[in-house]
């Protein structure tokens, strides 16, 4: 972020300070699920009437994709987490580079504009620092929903096939259960021609919110959640009001933190079966869980090794996956992490490792020989899951740490410091006002004049 003022221009940096060892203890709020405000924002534009979405987690990347929709045209107005798009008048049909790059769920636009407006223009969404993120899942999807897709310098220019004014309905089957491949073809597949199966589909929560949300648009949607899903289009899709899920990702991530620190906390609001595998292996490493209505206790005492193996859901979520392995560096015994969805999400192993940690890494698995404890240290973010993991890490460290990279919490998780600090968690948010000149990992024992820093809880 940078600072003008008079003439100048300050580089400001934030970072969390930790000092570890506090037990959590009371009641923490859930925010609205991200990776579901995102796509509902998405779905907002297949229609021409006003759409009032509650509940909206106050995020960076939920910031971006409203950008990304005004640059379309969208008018937006954000009431404190409500916010109310309107899509009557859509002028534009091509998303812009310097907003598109770095928020992959901008893609999802595809499926709208071409089912409303059949055409779209859409940068390639990039891979990122957890693997490659192709595309082709919904590229062959739409396809076969009769778009013509060419891809030219990294662009995406898709429109309908000649002489067609609307796509149809089309038999598909997904070569791996895509949430973003399924989110795109259930938008455009809801205002096709007759009818579309998606087959091998993906079953995570925010897909059955979204079609929750379109089904109250007037979409014909059955058997959402199930593996295979059946669409029959409709001409016109209507406006409405949704509440958006709770994000099951944030409540497991401070689930894992109690564990983590032997707390006893409880999360709410939040749907308990959104989180069934992540219960169960946090019952199988020695904590207690309690679930009620739309709240889940839990107490957390000795930690045991489990073995954990990432899955789509109803398996274990690779969201939680870097959260968890930080409870399992001081879990009694050894345990092993298996990262089955993406290539390259292990960014957290190596600074766990220079706590203290003994994890080593090949073919994506982790192997983990708990310790007795971690050091607190100087640590750096390097996407939005690994840092939750550090946080958790700093958090067990019985010193002071300071982790930096937070444009990656701030994409994901609302208000973290305030909510864990309102937990018992010592935590800051510091504001750095002038670069640190020492390196990212020397020791925690910082003097002040290292930093010259405004501490904000
Ligand atoms: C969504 O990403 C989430 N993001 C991710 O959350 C989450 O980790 C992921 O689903 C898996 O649950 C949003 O919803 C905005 P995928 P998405 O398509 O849709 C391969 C977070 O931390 N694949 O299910 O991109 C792909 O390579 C983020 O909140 C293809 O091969 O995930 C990956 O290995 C990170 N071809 C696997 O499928 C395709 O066309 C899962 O990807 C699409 C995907």
Known sequence: MVCESNNKSYL?????????????????????????????????????????????????????????????????????????????????????????????????????????????????????????????????????????????????????????????????????????????????????????????????????????????????????GRKKIIIDGVQKLVGCSHKVIPDRIEAGTFLIAAAATSSSITVSPVIPNHLEAVLNKLEESGSQITKKGNSISIKGNKIEAVDIKTAPFPGFPTDLQAPFMALMTIAKGRSKISETIFENRMNHVELLNEMGSSITVKNNVAYITGVNKLRGMKLVGSDLRSSAALIIAALISNEISFIYGLEHLDRGYESIEMKLSMLGAQVTREIDIKKTKKSMHESSNLNKEDVSIASAA
């Open 12 to 224: 400001e940096s934030h970072n969390l300070k930790i000092i570890g060892q506090s037990t959590l203890k009371g009641k923490v709020k859930i925010s609205g699920a991200k990776n579901s405000a995102l796509v509902l924002l998405a779905a907002s534009i297949l229609t021409d009437e006003k759409i009032i979405l509650d509940n909206v987690p106050q995020l960076t990347d939920i910031e971006k994709m409203g950008s990304i929709l005004e640059s379309l045209g969208v008018k937006l107005q954000t009431k404190d987490h409500q916010l109310t798009i309107d899509s009557t008048n859509i002028s534009n049909k091509e998303l812009p580079f310097e907003l598109v790059n770095g928020l992959r769920a901008s893609f999802f636009c595809i499926g709208g504009l071409l089912a409303r407006f059949g055409e779209a223009t859409i940068p390639l969404p990039g891979g990122c620092n957890i693997g490659k993120r192709p595309i082709n899942e919904h590229i062959r999807g739409l396809k076969a929903l009769g778009a013509k897709i060419i891809i030219e310098k990294d662009i995406v220019k898709a429109k309908l096939v000649e002489k067609r004014n609307r796509l149809h309905g089309a038999n598909i089957r997904l070569n791996c259960p895509s949430v973003g491949a399924t989110e795109t073809l259930l938008m455009a597949a809801s205002l096709a021609e007759g009818r579309t199966v998606i087959e091998n589909a993906a079953r995570e929560p925010e897909i059955q919110d979204l079609c929750n949300m379109l089904n109250k648009m007037g979409a014909k949607i059955y058997d959402a």
